[in-house]
């Protein structure tokens, strides 16, 4: 007959066995479930900024000479609409550069009604802002490469 404590001992270990394993398990899927949910986020944050970009990208052709463009009011319209969206998805970026890409871009669109498209101080704002937009998607790469 085998002594109680091998019993008891190995259904330790036993029980032991199926825990560690279950556990384990768990945090395996946990692993799996974070990486997925961040290239969800890694994706949704792409087709915001890709979107805030095309407006951006529009309001600097409708100040130019590019035909068929909107209006630089439209486009500045566009612009203030998908910032909305990025200050869902990323608040630090809207406080501060996109905040600076607004400004620029209000300031060249007032120009842009007021001056000729050729006069300097016209095209010293048309370049502010497209500094500006410079500096937004550097921060956009920095917050995308942080998630």
Known sequence: MTPTWVTLLVAFIGLAGILLTQWRADRRADRLDS???TERRRSECRTVFTALFRA????????????GEPTPDAALAQLRFERASVEFAAPALAAAELAAVLAAGVRLVAL??????????????R???????????KAVQEYLNGL
């Not at 802002?129 to 998607?137: F, I, M, N, P």
């Open 112 to 125: 842009t009604t007021r001056t000729s498209r050729t006069r300097d101080v016209f095209l010293e704002a």
């Open 127 to 137: 370049l502010d802002y497209q500094r500006a937009v410079a500096d937004l998607k």
């Open 56 to 67: 951006a990208d529009a309001l600097d052709d409708a100040t130019g000479d590019v035909p």
């Open 35 to 37: 990486a997925a949910r």
